[in-house]
């Protein structure tokens, strides 16, 4: 299996990359070259798991039905060919435009007044592109991701365009306490920030929070149901599909025409429960039978629960809401949470409060967020104008440090583009994949003009 993994890496043209020494950064899925033992356990060569931390030159992965084990890098291979060249390209990015940051603040909990010892460092930040990186045909990186995903940058006009529409993570970039501009182009764009802010922000801030809280507490009672049909199954691995329907369907709150409409609906439910998790590799077979077994076995405790039900997901969207209310109601904003919403809040993200509670208090603050959008004094709309005479003059002064060759990475210290334009492992021009794709053919894939040396007409 690992020796599959060289072999289509060598296939697919990515002869110059060394699949033991490419980056991994985080999510990206990996082979085993080694066994593990873990306990009385033995996690076999040839696993394949997704990388979720890094500890210096060793990497945290998720191998599902185990959990997560330490490995060295040059015990784990990439998965799938194009996971190498998107680390390749990202990592190359990285190395050569992070000296082309304008703009960087430090964000999340750490910059809302709400870390603890455990609370990751997380930057964002603005880059502008060197003149000759948006010369040419090829799409330049818009972009800036470090390896292990704490980092991350846009660049100026990706975030511009980001802003206008009120996006929370642009806005909270620009007006967090914490935002430093690293050129005079990262202090152009924090002087014009008040151009960006609308009353849209009830929509991308309120309404979006309100929605995502919804679908919160259906993965949680989604989460609820597998949780006890897995509980029912190991008191007694003798009931049928048919009986732990009707259970299921008795405790159900979702609503059904009649009953046998909602033991149908229940029934539907544990088969995709045991479909996901055949097609997880946590069960030998897309049965009951498969999943009974699982329900008693120590595989059962590996599972991990939704990623949106993790208690940082629920404090993060009712803290959006706090911050839709006040941005509309007072026209301005102090991303600092303080007093009693940063208790409420603290208690939210170290599961304090139940899920319930968190949800009740959503929609308590439902009404306040209406009153504050049919008072505020913001803008409908952003000023546009405003914005994109920003960008021209953050062109203007990129083009103008290149001419002149000043000093520094926008002017004669510019990193040269990887490959020279559209090389290997460039991606075409979005009007020749266009094309590509009206023609019939894979994009990228050219025709010939010559016949290779012994191919036949």
Do not use: C
């Not at 076999?44 to 992965?61: H, N, T």
């Not at 039900?309 to 007072?330: F, Q």
Request: net charge positive; no cysteine; glycine share 8%.
């Amino acid at each position: 299996m690992v020796a599959s993994a060289f072999m289509e890496l060598r296939l697919r043209g990515l002869t110059h990359l060394d699949p033991l020494s490419v980056p991994l950064p985080h999510g990206t899925e990996v082979t085993t070259r080694v066994d593990r033992v873990l306990g009385d356990r033995r996690v076999p060569q040839g696993a394949v798991g997704r990388v979720v931390a890094s500890a210096g030159a060793e990497l945290d992965v998720m191998i599902i039905g185990v959990g997560v084990v330490r490995y060295r890098r040059d015990e784990l291979v990439p998965r799938k060919a194009g996971q190498v060249r998107h680390a390749e390209r990202r990592g190359a990015a990285w190395d050569a435009l992070r000296p082309a940051i304008v703009l960087e603040a430090v964000v999340g909990s750490r910059a809302w007044g709400l870390a603890n010892e455990g609370s990751d460092t997380d930057r964002r930040g603005v880059f502008a592109l060197p003149f000759l990186w948006t010369a040419g045909l090829a799409d330049p990186p818009r972009d800036l991701v470090s390896a292990d995903g704490s980092s991350a940058y846009w660049e100026i006009e990706k975030a511009i365009r980001q802003a206008l529409r009120a996006d929370p993570n642009t806005l909270e970039l620009l007006f967090v306490p914490t935002a430093e501009p690293r050129d005079s182009i990262g202090a152009w764009l924090l002087e014009a920030r008040d151009a960006f802010v609308s009353s849209a922000i009830y929509g991308s801030f309120g309404r979006y929070a309100l929605s995502q809280l919804k679908r919160l507490s259906q993965a949680h009672r989604l989460a609820e149901h597998r949780e006890r049909v897995l509980d029912w199954l190991a008191d007694d691995p003798s009931l049928s599909l048919d009986d732990v329907a009707r259970r299921l369907a008795a405790v159900s709150p979702r609503a059904a025409p009649t009953a046998a409409d909602g033991e149908l609906q229940a029934k539907e439910y544990i088969k995709q429960l045991y479909r996901s998790l055949y097609d997880q590799g946590l069960l030998p077979a897309r049965d009951l039978a498969s999943l009974a077994g699982f329900a008693r076995g120590r595989a059962r405790t590996s599972l991990d629960p939704a990623r949106d039900l993790r208690p940082k997901n629920a404090y993060n969207l009712v803290r959006l809401i706090a911050t839709a209310i006040r941005w509309l109601r007072d026209g301005e904003v102090d991303l600092v949470v303080r007093g009693e919403l940063r208790e409420t809040l603290l208690a939210i993200k170290t599961g304090a409060w139940p899920l319930d509670r968190t949800l009740e208090l959503a929609e308590a603050m439902t009404p306040e967020l209406e009153a504050a959008r049919l008072a505020t004094k913001l803008p409908p709309h952003p000023d546009v104008p405003r914005a994109e005479a920003l960008l021209r003059r953050v062109r203007e002064e990129v083009a103008r440090r290149h001419l002149a060759a000043e000093p520094g990475p926008l002017g004669a210290g510019a990193p040269p583009r990887a490959g020279g334009g559209l090389g290997r492992g460039r991606p075409e021009p979005r009007a020749g994949r266009r094309h590509a794709r009206r023609r019939g053919r894979a994009p990228g894939r050219r025709r010939s003009l010559q016949r290779a040396p012994g191919r036949r007409r």
